[in-house]
């Protein structure tokens, strides 16, 4: 595929951890990159790796995450992929979680994703071949887990999005997936994997017995951005090492 019909793919999130790994392997595959994020210095860094185009942005503002559409689309004339990355953790029982903690868990994992969605469908759903969304949530929407209940509906949040948007766009051939990763190895979680005890406790949880690599999740995005993947939307695939729907034995 010659660059200039090559797949014009966005990443919100792309200086994270499955963010930079999404860029990685998406640049291997010669796509034209879009990263975007708050942290400028790290989204330049991924974009002189990756050869994209880097975008700072607050995707909390739905006004950025309008420009950012509107940016790539005078550049590139079509968008054929975003995936929202953007995401955080706050481990606290429901009643140790102030007023601020939960809108801002909330802002930052579901109206990013909601932004997100709104923005790519508007400019999808007018060109030819549709496009891939795909949504980052996590095995906490799925599974209850201890001390996670601000993340988790948040992330419930997520995929009843992914759900809902998928049956809404599919007419225009726009797919809406969504991914929801198990614990996986990056700087947002650098607090529970390098503590060796609770690295150890969350492997243990996993019935494949250890924490996920961020390459991991993002070879399952990649996978749902490719346009090979026509006749898959509204999906929610879990890559947790089996946690979501696996007892591990004990």
């Excluded at 790796?49 to 607050?58: I, K, R, S, Y």
């Excluded at 071949?129 to 887990?145: E, K, T, W």
């Excluded at 614990?183 to 019935?207: C, G």
Aim: glycine fraction near 10%; include cysteine.
């Amino acid at each position: 595929m010659s660059k200039e019909n090559s797949p014009v793919m966005i990443i919100v999130g792309g200086a994270g951890g499955i963010g930079s790994a999404v860029a990685r392997k998406l640049a291997a595959r010669g796509c034209k990159l879009i990263i975007a994020g708050r942290n400028a210095a790290r989204l330049e860094s991924v974009a002189a790796e990756t050869g994209a185009q880097a975008f700072p942005l607050d995707a909390r503002d739905s006004t950025a995450v309008d420009a950012l559409m509107q940016s790539v689309q005078t550049r590139h004339e079509r968008v054929d992929g975003v995936v929202n990355c953007t995401g955080s953790i706050l481990l606290k029982p429901a009643h140790l979680i102030s007023d601020q903690d939960f809108a801002d868990t909330i802002a930052t994992n579901l109206t990013t994703a909601f932004n997100l969605v709104r923005a790519a469908t508007r400019l999808m759903m007018k060109q030819a071949g549709g496009g891939s969304i795909v949504l980052c949530s996590s095995v906490a929407a799925r599974r209850g887990l201890v001390n996670h209940e601000a993340i988790a509906a948040a992330k419930a949040g997520v995929e009843g999005l992914a759900l809902a948007a998928a049956a809404s766009y599919a007419r225009f051939g726009v797919r809406v997936n969504c991914v929801a990763p198990g614990l996986t190895r990056t700087d947002l979680t650098r607090s529970l994997t390098q503590n060796e005890t609770v690295a150890k406790m969350s492997a243990a949880l996993h019935p494949l017995g250890r924490i996920g690599e961020p390459a991991e999740v993002a070879s399952a995005i990649c996978w749902l951005l490719d346009a090979e993947q026509s006749w898959v939307t509204g999906q929610v695939i879990g890559i947790d090492g089996g946690l979501g729907s696996v007892q591990a034995r004990s």
